[in-house]
């Protein structure tokens, strides 16, 4: 008799899972804290009651988004089945048209006019410029992915990545993602290739410390940028580039 799996991934109940989901998306993004993360959300790790009501604005924000594009977001649970937790979780969007008009990425409720939400609108600024040279027409964005501490190194991240890339392919689907440097190794499981790193360049006069330290933190930390092509099938020095025409070439 075999036995029932320690994990399940499954598409997120919206109106059962959201609360659950929402909290352990905001611990992980601040387990570690890093720049990215604080340009994104604010107040994000002050454990303040403005953390609290930025987290309450996100989820709100993010519930609105998953029900009003029904099928074209898409949020998967991976589930402990020893303990009915959420280990881990995704987003990804079914592009069917891109460059789509209006497409912006900003943080959520920075402050307007505010140094945060400067160096917030260039950062995503300089990483959604990355997705318009790359992909055109219908494609998978892989929008975010997460793991709690406590379920990390425990496979849960490649079997997320392995539902939403059997959706692709079912879909006969490119797929494009941002990764760090820790989700860049697991992605290159599922037929993602790296097509580049990040070096985001930021000025301002008179910049503050917390502008110093959170570059700094942004410019140690480049961002990968991947691809995969239909059914996750690539050949080096064979396959070729859609937004190139030609292979890619060695430069060593």
């Known amino acids: 008799m075999s036995s029932q799996p320690r994990f399940v991934t499954s598409e997120v109940d919206l109106d059962r899972d959201w609360d659950e989901l929402m909290r352990a998306f905001w611990t992980s993004w601040k387990t570690p804290l890093q720049a990215s993360g604080e340009l994104t959300f604010p107040h994000l790790g002050t454990n303040t009651p403005e953390e609290e009501a930025a987290f309450n604005s996100m989820k709100k924000m993010l519930l609105n988004e998953a029900k009003n594009n029904p099928g074209s977001v898409r949020w998967l649970k991976c589930t402990?089945?020893?303990?009915?937790?959420?280990?881990?979780?995704?987003?990804?969007?079914?592009?069917?048209?891109?460059?789509?008009?209006?497409?912006?990425?900003?943080?959520?409720?920075?402050?307007?006019?505010?140094?945060?939400?400067?160096?917030?609108?260039?950062?995503?600024?300089?990483?959604?410029?990355?997705?318009?040279?790359?992909?055109?027409?219908?494609?998978?964005?892989?929008?975010?992915?997460?793991?709690?501490?406590?379920?990390?190194?425990?496979?849960?991240?490649?079997?997320?990545?392995?539902?939403?890339?059997?959706?692709?392919?079912?879909?006969?689907?490119?797929?494009?993602?941002?990764?760090?440097?820790?989700?860049?190794?697991?992605?290159?499981?599922?037929?993602?290739?790296?097509?580049?790193?990040?070096?985001m360049i930021f000025t301002r006069r008179n910049p503050s410390r917390d502008w110093e330290r959170l570059v700094h933190d942004i410019q140690s930390h480049p961002i990968g940028i991947l691809w995969r092509p239909k059914m996750g099938k690539y050949v080096e020095g064979e396959t070729v580039l859609p937004w190139t025409g030609k292979v890619r070439e060695a430069k060593l």
């Open 80 to 199: 402990d089945t020893k303990s009915a937790r959420i280990a881990g979780a995704a987003c990804f969007k079914h592009e069917k048209e891109w460059p789509r008009p209006g497409a912006n990425f900003t943080g959520c409720g920075f402050d307007p006019g505010s140094e945060l939400q400067e160096l917030s609108d260039s950062f995503y600024r300089q990483l959604l410029g990355w997705r318009l040279r790359i992909m055109k027409g219908e494609h998978i964005y892989g929008q975010s992915i997460f793991v709690l501490p406590d379920y990390r190194n425990a496979g849960v991240a490649n079997q997320i990545l392995e539902y939403c890339a059997d959706v692709a392919d079912k879909l006969g689907l490119e797929c494009f993602v941002e990764g760090t440097v820790f989700s860049t190794p697991v992605l290159m499981l599922q037929g993602f290739i790296v097509i580049g790193w990040t070096n």
